[in-house]
């Protein structure tokens, strides 16, 4: 094997360890389901690059919202069109978090923001509370709305689909 095949062989390995979806262990949901949250990965893997967001109809906003208790969800970008979407591939809201959280102190290290989850929204008109993934989704964690996160890019203790994030810390003003 030449250097050259060695290096290209090495290079795609890295990036294939760096994209593979994130998923906590204590709530892995039935393996089927990852078919369809592979879709979910497939559609939303190129808004890593948190600059892409707004080419995709994703609004940035600057607050990051977290709870005390609970933990943070992060910077909602939210994409008007896919509200009340149940489509896999057309989640409301992407998440990010800032740069990365020292796993010691609890502080956010600053720099670019990270792809951590996607969410889907959908406008509570009376109705059932809409399912996804085997999953019903809360209602009210957005008044008048019912929700549903995916963490796909960031390990939740939490849970995969769980509304709060104990690891995303938003900054202190």
Request: hydrophobic fraction near 40%; charged fraction near 15%; charge should be negative.
């Amino acid at each position: 094997m030449s250097s050259r095949t060695a290096l290209a062989v090495a290079t795609a390995a890295a990036f294939a360890l760096t994209a593979a979806p994130a998923h906590a262990a204590s709530d892995d949901p039935d393996p089927s389901v990852w078919t369809t949250l592979s879709k979910t990965y497939q559609a939303t893997s190129k808004y890593g690059y948190e600059a892409f967001a707004p080419g995709g109809g994703y609004a940035r906003t600057d607050t990051c919202v977290a709870d005390q208790a609970e933990g943070g969800m992060g910077y909602h970008y939210v994409n008007p069109a896919n509200i009340d979407s149940v489509d896999p591939q057309k989640p409301a809201a992407l998440v990010y978090a800032d740069g990365f959280t020292n796993e010691y102190t609890g502080t956010s290290s600053g720099g670019p923001r990270k792809l951590v989850a996607v969410e889907w929204v959908v406008k509570d008109a009376g109705q059932a509370a809409p399912t996804l993934f085997g999953q019903t989704f809360q209602k009210n964690q957005l008044p008048g709305y019912f929700t549903l996160h995916a963490w796909l890019y960031k390990p939740n203790s939490a849970g995969l689909f769980a509304a709060w994030n104990p690891e995303v810390v938003c900054p202190t003003v």
